[in-house]
Protein backbone atom coordinates (compact mmCIF):
# COMPACT_ATOMS: atom_id res chain seq x y z
CA UNK A 1 0.00 0.00 0.00
CA UNK A 2 2.95 2.39 0.54
CA UNK A 3 4.38 1.67 -2.62
CA UNK A 4 0.78 2.32 -4.64
CA UNK A 5 0.63 5.65 -2.44
CA UNK A 6 4.15 6.74 -3.52
CA UNK A 7 3.10 5.96 -7.15
CA UNK A 8 0.23 7.61 -6.72
CA UNK A 9 1.48 11.13 -5.23
CA UNK A 10 4.40 11.14 -7.84
CA UNK A 11 2.27 10.39 -11.00
CA UNK A 12 -1.27 10.54 -10.72
CA UNK A 13 -2.75 13.56 -12.28
CA UNK A 14 -6.04 15.44 -11.97
CA UNK A 15 -6.88 15.08 -16.02
CA UNK A 16 -6.88 11.28 -15.44
CA UNK A 17 -9.20 11.04 -12.73
CA UNK A 18 -11.42 13.32 -14.45
CA UNK A 19 -11.19 10.41 -17.46
CA UNK A 20 -11.97 7.87 -14.77
CA UNK A 21 -15.58 9.66 -14.45
CA UNK A 22 -16.11 10.29 -18.06
CA UNK A 23 -15.85 6.74 -18.56
CA UNK A 24 -17.97 6.58 -15.79
CA UNK A 25 -20.83 8.34 -16.72
CA UNK A 26 -20.23 7.57 -20.97
CA UNK A 27 -19.39 3.88 -21.09
CA UNK A 28 -17.31 4.52 -23.98
CA UNK A 29 -13.42 5.26 -24.71
CA UNK A 30 -14.11 6.88 -27.48
CA UNK A 31 -16.92 9.13 -25.89
CA UNK A 32 -15.17 9.66 -23.21
CA UNK A 33 -12.07 11.03 -25.04
CA UNK A 34 -14.39 13.38 -26.61
CA UNK A 35 -15.70 14.95 -23.17
CA UNK A 36 -12.40 15.61 -22.61
CA UNK A 37 -11.33 16.85 -25.50
CA UNK A 38 -8.74 14.18 -26.04
CA UNK A 39 -7.68 11.93 -28.66
CA UNK A 40 -9.30 8.29 -28.39
CA UNK A 41 -5.02 7.33 -28.21
CA UNK A 42 -4.49 9.50 -25.71
CA UNK A 43 -7.52 8.23 -23.55
CA UNK A 44 -6.12 5.19 -24.22
CA UNK A 45 -2.65 5.52 -22.75
CA UNK A 46 -4.39 7.34 -19.95
CA UNK A 47 -6.08 4.90 -18.89
CA UNK A 48 -3.41 2.00 -18.92
CA UNK A 49 -1.14 5.16 -16.62
CA UNK A 50 -3.78 3.90 -14.07
CA UNK A 51 -4.29 0.95 -14.42
CA UNK A 52 -0.24 0.34 -13.99
CA UNK A 53 -0.68 2.31 -10.72
CA UNK A 54 -2.71 0.13 -9.45
CA UNK A 55 -1.41 -2.88 -10.75
CA UNK A 56 -5.11 -4.05 -12.63
CA UNK A 57 -7.15 -3.20 -14.32
CA UNK A 58 -10.08 -0.92 -13.43
CA UNK A 59 -12.79 -1.77 -16.37
CA UNK A 60 -14.54 -4.76 -17.90
CA UNK A 61 -15.24 -4.44 -21.87
CA UNK A 62 -18.70 -5.76 -22.65
CA UNK A 63 -21.60 -5.43 -25.23
CA UNK A 64 -23.35 -2.40 -23.22
CA UNK A 65 -19.65 -0.89 -22.80
CA UNK A 66 -16.22 0.03 -20.55
CA UNK A 67 -17.73 -1.22 -17.20
CA UNK A 68 -16.27 -1.05 -14.38
CA UNK A 69 -14.84 -3.59 -11.99
CA UNK A 70 -14.84 -3.79 -8.25
CA UNK A 71 -11.61 -1.60 -7.80
CA UNK A 72 -12.99 1.04 -10.52
CA UNK A 73 -16.07 1.79 -9.09
CA UNK A 74 -13.53 2.17 -5.84
CA UNK A 75 -11.44 4.27 -7.58
CA UNK A 76 -13.78 5.93 -9.57
CA UNK A 77 -15.81 7.25 -6.09
CA UNK A 78 -12.92 8.49 -4.86
CA UNK A 79 -11.71 10.20 -8.33
CA UNK A 80 -15.64 12.26 -7.66
CA UNK A 81 -14.79 12.93 -4.23
CA UNK A 82 -11.23 14.58 -4.83
CA UNK A 83 -13.72 16.46 -8.04
CA UNK A 84 -16.02 17.52 -5.94
CA UNK A 85 -13.40 19.06 -3.14
CA UNK A 86 -11.29 20.86 -5.62
CA UNK A 87 -14.76 22.82 -6.54
CA UNK A 88 -15.77 23.43 -3.22
CA UNK A 89 -11.40 24.62 -2.74
CA UNK A 90 -12.46 26.66 -6.32
CA UNK A 91 -15.08 28.18 -3.90
CA UNK A 92 -14.10 28.50 -0.81
CA UNK A 93 -10.97 30.55 -2.73
CA UNK A 94 -13.05 32.97 -5.19
CA UNK A 95 -15.29 33.52 -1.46
CA UNK A 96 -12.47 34.35 0.70
CA UNK A 97 -10.74 36.76 -1.93
CA UNK A 98 -14.62 38.53 -2.46
CA UNK A 99 -14.68 38.51 1.81
CA UNK A 100 -17.99 36.38 1.41
CA UNK A 101 -17.19 33.10 2.61
CA UNK A 102 -14.23 30.79 3.66
CA UNK A 103 -14.02 29.29 6.81
CA UNK A 104 -12.96 30.83 10.50
CA UNK A 105 -11.94 29.30 13.99
CA UNK A 106 -12.34 31.20 16.52
CA UNK A 107 -11.21 30.25 20.36
CA UNK A 108 -12.78 32.23 23.08
CA UNK A 109 -12.53 31.49 27.08
CA UNK A 110 -16.10 31.07 28.68
CA UNK A 111 -17.03 34.49 29.68
CA UNK A 112 -16.53 36.30 26.52
CA UNK A 113 -19.66 33.92 24.83
CA UNK A 114 -22.35 34.83 25.50
CA UNK A 115 -22.62 38.63 25.07
CA UNK A 116 -19.48 39.50 22.83
CA UNK A 117 -19.06 36.16 20.92
CA UNK A 118 -22.50 34.78 19.85
CA UNK A 119 -23.88 38.56 18.88
CA UNK A 120 -20.68 38.66 16.52
CA UNK A 121 -21.01 35.64 15.13
CA UNK A 122 -24.98 36.44 14.49
CA UNK A 123 -23.83 39.16 12.62
CA UNK A 124 -21.11 38.27 10.52
CA UNK A 125 -23.10 35.17 9.74
CA UNK A 126 -26.26 36.92 8.90
CA UNK A 127 -23.82 39.14 6.12
CA UNK A 128 -21.73 36.23 4.83
CA UNK A 129 -24.23 33.06 4.72
CA UNK A 130 -21.86 30.71 3.19
CA UNK A 131 -18.75 30.83 5.90
CA UNK A 132 -18.32 27.93 7.70
CA UNK A 133 -17.52 29.03 11.24
CA UNK A 134 -16.22 27.37 14.54
CA UNK A 135 -16.56 28.22 17.82
CA UNK A 136 -13.38 26.75 20.38
CA UNK A 137 -14.25 27.23 24.15
CA UNK A 138 -11.25 26.06 26.56
CA UNK A 139 -8.92 27.98 28.76
CA UNK A 140 -6.95 30.79 27.37
CA UNK A 141 -3.34 28.59 27.54
CA UNK A 142 -4.91 25.69 25.40
CA UNK A 143 -5.98 28.21 22.97
CA UNK A 144 -2.96 29.98 22.56
CA UNK A 145 -1.39 26.61 21.73
CA UNK A 146 -3.82 25.81 18.55
CA UNK A 147 -3.57 29.40 17.96
CA UNK A 148 0.21 28.42 17.58
CA UNK A 149 -0.38 24.83 15.38
CA UNK A 150 -2.50 27.50 13.10
CA UNK A 151 -5.99 25.45 14.22
CA UNK A 152 -7.65 28.92 15.02
CA UNK A 153 -7.44 32.21 13.29
CA UNK A 154 -8.16 33.91 16.29
CA UNK A 155 -8.73 34.05 20.56
CA UNK A 156 -11.07 35.71 22.47
CA UNK A 157 -9.21 35.31 26.02
CA UNK A 158 -5.78 36.57 27.70
CA UNK A 159 -2.03 36.20 26.05
CA UNK A 160 -0.79 37.11 29.77
CA UNK A 161 -1.05 33.22 30.56
CA UNK A 162 1.20 32.49 27.61
CA UNK A 163 5.08 31.66 28.63
CA UNK A 164 6.32 34.40 26.03
CA UNK A 165 2.56 36.73 25.56
CA UNK A 166 5.18 39.24 23.49
CA UNK A 167 4.73 36.65 20.57
CA UNK A 168 1.49 37.63 19.98
CA UNK A 169 -0.94 40.84 19.29
CA UNK A 170 -3.29 41.40 22.33
CA UNK A 171 -6.71 44.00 21.57
CA UNK A 172 -8.43 44.36 25.04
CA UNK A 173 -12.23 44.09 24.87
CA UNK A 174 -13.93 43.89 28.39
CA UNK A 175 -13.88 42.79 31.94
CA UNK A 176 -14.69 39.39 33.12
CA UNK A 177 -17.02 39.75 36.26
CA UNK A 178 -17.63 36.79 38.19
CA UNK A 179 -20.33 35.85 40.18
CA UNK A 180 -21.09 33.55 43.17
CA UNK A 181 -24.39 31.31 42.05
CA UNK A 182 -26.63 28.59 43.76
CA UNK A 183 -29.09 26.64 41.86
CA UNK A 184 -32.62 28.32 41.51
CA UNK A 185 -34.07 25.63 44.05
CA UNK A 186 -32.18 27.20 46.40
CA UNK A 187 -33.83 29.31 49.55
CA UNK A 188 -33.48 33.10 48.07
CA UNK A 189 -30.74 35.01 50.38
CA UNK A 190 -32.81 38.05 51.90
CA UNK A 191 -29.03 39.92 52.89
CA UNK A 192 -28.28 42.60 50.93
CA UNK A 193 -24.26 41.11 51.02
CA UNK A 194 -23.57 38.03 51.61
CA UNK A 195 -19.63 36.86 52.42
CA UNK A 196 -17.81 34.00 51.63
CA UNK A 197 -17.93 32.64 55.25
CA UNK A 198 -21.48 32.94 55.24
CA UNK A 199 -21.71 29.94 52.78
CA UNK A 200 -19.18 28.11 54.98
CA UNK A 201 -22.26 24.97 55.61
CA UNK A 202 -22.01 24.88 51.79
CA UNK A 203 -20.27 22.60 49.21
CA UNK A 204 -18.44 23.92 46.32
CA UNK A 205 -18.55 23.27 42.70
CA UNK A 206 -14.77 24.63 41.56
CA UNK A 207 -12.71 24.22 38.61
CA UNK A 208 -9.79 21.85 38.11
CA UNK A 209 -6.51 23.47 39.83
CA UNK A 210 -4.67 24.09 36.31
CA UNK A 211 -7.70 26.71 35.62
CA UNK A 212 -7.07 30.18 36.26
CA UNK A 213 -10.66 30.84 38.18
CA UNK A 214 -9.55 28.20 40.64
CA UNK A 215 -6.28 30.32 41.36
CA UNK A 216 -8.84 33.52 41.75
CA UNK A 217 -11.06 31.56 44.23
CA UNK A 218 -8.10 30.42 46.47
CA UNK A 219 -7.18 34.03 46.56
CA UNK A 220 -10.72 34.56 47.62
CA UNK A 221 -10.54 32.34 50.23
CA UNK A 222 -7.54 33.12 51.63
CA UNK A 223 -8.52 37.00 51.48
CA UNK A 224 -11.30 36.08 53.75
CA UNK A 225 -9.51 34.01 56.01
CA UNK A 226 -10.63 30.85 55.26
CA UNK A 227 -9.26 27.41 54.13
CA UNK A 228 -10.10 25.75 50.62
CA UNK A 229 -12.87 23.27 51.18
CA UNK A 230 -11.56 19.24 51.36
CA UNK A 231 -14.50 17.96 49.54
CA UNK A 232 -15.36 19.93 46.55
CA UNK A 233 -16.23 18.32 43.34
CA UNK A 234 -14.14 19.37 40.50
CA UNK A 235 -15.27 20.16 36.79
CA UNK A 236 -14.06 22.23 33.78
CA UNK A 237 -17.67 21.88 32.79
CA UNK A 238 -20.24 24.29 33.00
CA UNK A 239 -23.01 22.04 32.11
CA UNK A 240 -22.07 19.83 34.60
CA UNK A 241 -21.70 22.82 37.07
CA UNK A 242 -25.58 23.71 36.18
CA UNK A 243 -26.89 20.43 37.00
CA UNK A 244 -25.47 19.87 40.21
CA UNK A 245 -26.01 23.35 41.40
CA UNK A 246 -30.04 22.77 40.36
CA UNK A 247 -30.03 19.31 42.02
CA UNK A 248 -28.89 20.10 45.02
CA UNK A 249 -29.33 22.52 47.65
CA UNK A 250 -25.92 23.20 49.38
CA UNK A 251 -23.99 23.53 46.33
CA UNK A 252 -22.65 26.72 45.59
CA UNK A 253 -20.12 27.66 42.96
CA UNK A 254 -18.32 30.58 40.94
CA UNK A 255 -18.99 31.68 37.56
CA UNK A 256 -18.47 34.46 35.05
CA UNK A 257 -20.70 36.86 35.39
CA UNK A 258 -22.19 36.89 31.94
CA UNK A 259 -22.79 33.34 32.10
CA UNK A 260 -24.32 32.95 35.07
CA UNK A 261 -26.87 35.85 34.09
CA UNK A 262 -27.92 33.87 31.09
CA UNK A 263 -28.71 30.72 33.54
CA UNK A 264 -30.58 33.04 35.86
CA UNK A 265 -33.00 34.06 33.61
CA UNK A 266 -33.91 30.33 32.53
CA UNK A 267 -34.68 30.46 36.39
CA UNK A 268 -31.80 27.71 36.99
CA UNK A 269 -29.42 29.64 39.26
CA UNK A 270 -29.53 32.75 41.73
CA UNK A 271 -26.83 35.17 42.40
CA UNK A 272 -25.58 35.20 45.11
CA UNK A 273 -24.89 38.68 46.19
CA UNK A 274 -21.06 38.43 47.47
CA UNK A 275 -19.02 40.74 46.98
CA UNK A 276 -15.62 40.14 45.39
CA UNK A 277 -12.47 41.44 46.45
CA UNK A 278 -10.19 40.30 43.65
CA UNK A 279 -10.05 42.89 40.38
CA UNK A 280 -12.05 41.76 37.68
CA UNK A 281 -10.39 39.94 34.50
CA UNK A 282 -9.39 41.83 31.36
CA UNK A 283 -10.06 39.57 27.96
CA UNK A 284 -9.07 40.68 24.58
CA UNK A 285 -8.43 39.37 21.20
CA UNK A 286 -5.43 37.36 20.52
CA UNK A 287 -3.44 36.89 17.47
CA UNK A 288 -0.39 35.99 15.95
CA UNK A 289 2.06 38.61 15.99
CA UNK A 290 2.91 39.51 12.22
CA UNK A 291 0.52 37.19 11.21
CA UNK A 292 -2.82 38.76 8.34
CA UNK A 293 -6.44 37.95 9.61
CA UNK A 294 -8.31 36.87 7.06
CA UNK A 295 -11.04 39.36 5.80
CA UNK A 296 -13.79 37.53 8.08
CA UNK A 297 -11.74 37.10 10.88
CA UNK A 298 -11.09 40.76 10.52
CA UNK A 299 -14.18 41.30 10.05
CA UNK A 300 -15.30 39.63 13.38
CA UNK A 301 -12.53 41.39 15.53
CA UNK A 302 -14.63 44.78 14.31
CA UNK A 303 -17.48 43.55 15.33
CA UNK A 304 -16.77 42.62 18.83
CA UNK A 305 -15.28 45.81 18.93
CA UNK A 306 -18.74 47.35 18.09
CA UNK A 307 -20.30 44.76 20.39
CA UNK A 308 -18.49 45.86 23.48
CA UNK A 309 -18.27 49.10 23.30
CA UNK A 310 -21.94 48.95 23.03
CA UNK A 311 -22.33 47.14 26.03
CA UNK A 312 -20.62 49.46 27.58
CA UNK A 313 -22.34 52.20 26.45
CA UNK A 314 -25.40 50.22 27.60
CA UNK A 315 -23.79 50.29 31.54
CA UNK A 316 -23.22 54.01 31.30
CA UNK A 317 -26.64 54.55 30.72
CA UNK A 318 -28.17 52.44 32.96
CA UNK A 319 -25.90 53.98 35.81
CA UNK A 320 -26.61 57.70 34.77
CA UNK A 321 -30.43 56.36 35.50
CA UNK A 322 -30.10 54.27 38.59
CA UNK A 323 -27.02 56.83 40.16
CA UNK A 324 -25.97 55.33 43.55
CA UNK A 325 -27.59 57.48 46.40
CA UNK A 326 -24.98 60.54 48.24
CA UNK A 327 -24.82 59.58 51.65
CA UNK A 328 -26.70 61.44 53.87
CA UNK A 329 -24.11 64.41 55.53
CA UNK A 330 -23.82 65.27 59.36
CA UNK A 331 -24.89 68.70 59.68
CA UNK A 332 -22.61 68.84 63.11
CA UNK A 333 -19.82 67.73 60.70
CA UNK A 334 -20.70 70.29 57.97
CA UNK A 335 -17.71 72.74 57.34
Not at 26 to 53: I, R, Y
Not at 286 to 308: C, D, H, N, W
Amino acid sequence: MKNTLNVLLGKLRMKQLQLLIALDDQKSLHKAAGVMSMTQSAASKALQELESMFEAPLFERSKSGMIPNQLGHCVIRYARLVATDLAALCQDVAEIRSGRGGRLAIGAIMGAIPDCVIPAINQLHAGQPNLSIEVVEDTSARMLTQLDDGRLDLVVGRAAVAADPSKYQYRPLADEPLSVVVGYGHPPLRRKEVTLADLADHRWVMYPSHMPLHALLEREMDLAGLTMPDNPISTASTFVTVALLQNTADLVSLLPTAIAEMFVRQKMLRLVPVKLKSPSQTFGVVTRKGGVLSPPAGQFVELLRQQTGLQEKVRDEARQQNPKPTPKRNPAHAA
